[in-house]
């Protein structure tokens, strides 16, 4: 069990750019979640998949934003066209449906910044 | 929409003394769970504390003790024989048992240890 691992850990775009995060859950954990922080604030919750299927997406989760899990395992987020706005830390969570499925395991972040 | 508030920004407490951070939720369901967990600086958010509502037993996990206040929607977190180490943001969190699966964080409080 080596925790769930995004990359890359910091990112640097200009505006307008386009942008992808991977996210590897922990391995045989079937949910996958994506968050939002921003400096001095509580995550967000951005979308949800169980295995391939995304079964819940925020009003936060504009058009420029999708995300997929192909194959149910890894993640990615794409941000299309980028904006300032979209600076913050891009969190990544994974939890089972076993007995301990109510709890979200989360990785280190991928810091976005948008010049 | 179920919302969490944590009142302190900022806390501090002298080493191996006790400390207790608050928390309020809203929610209308009756079975659902509360969690804390703790960010350090630059590192991954990991649990430190889980409780069911539908358990009248306050949570226990060696030093930290939760108080958990159905009636009132209260949730605070008391840290016993603080650490250096237990200098993080903390971050309380609300998840329905049914049907939605993300995490509703509160705003954080940030914990400081004097030694």
């Known amino acids: 069990d080596t925790g769930v691992s995004q990359d890359p850990r910091h990112k640097i775009t200009k505006r307008g750019q386009n942008v992808t995060f991977r996210c590897d859950p922990i391995s045989e954990h079937n949910r996958l979640y994506w968050y939002r922080q921003t400096l001095g604030q509580g995550p967000e919750f951005l979308t949800y998949?169980?295995?391939?299927?995304?079964?819940?997406k925020s009003r936060l989760l504009s058009d420029r934003f999708s995300a997929e899990r192909p194959k149910g395992s890894f993640s990615t987020l794409e941000i299309q066209r980028t904006e300032q706005g979209d600076s913050a830390m891009y969190l990544c969570?994974?939890?089972?449906?076993?007995?301990?499925?109510?709890?979200?395991?989360f990785g280190a972040g991928t810091r976005l910044s948008v010049l | 929409a179920q919302t969490v508030t944590q009142s302190q920004p900022e806390m501090s407490v002298q080493e191996a003394e006790t400390v207790t951070l608050s928390c309020t939720y809203d929610t209308s369901e009756s079975d659902y769970y509360l969690f804390w967990y703790k960010q350090p600086p630059s590192r991954q958010m990991i649990l430190v504390i889980r409780?069911?509502?539908?358990?009248?037993q306050n949570a226990t996990e060696n030093r930290f003790s939760v108080n958990f206040q159905k009636a009132a929607k209260s949730f605070s977190l008391k840290i016993s024989d603080s650490q250096l180490g237990d200098a993080a943001m903390y971050f309380c969190?609300?998840?329905?048992?049914?049907?939605?699966?993300?995490?509703?964080f509160g705003q954080g409080t940030r914990l400081t240890i004097n030694p």
């Open positions: 998949f169980q295995n391939e299927a995304q079964l819940e």
């Open positions: 969190a609300y998840r329905r048992i049914q049907g939605a699966q993300k995490l509703v």
């Open positions: 409780q069911e509502a539908y358990k009248q």
């Open positions: 969570a994974s939890s089972s449906t076993g007995i301990a499925k109510n709890i979200q395991y």
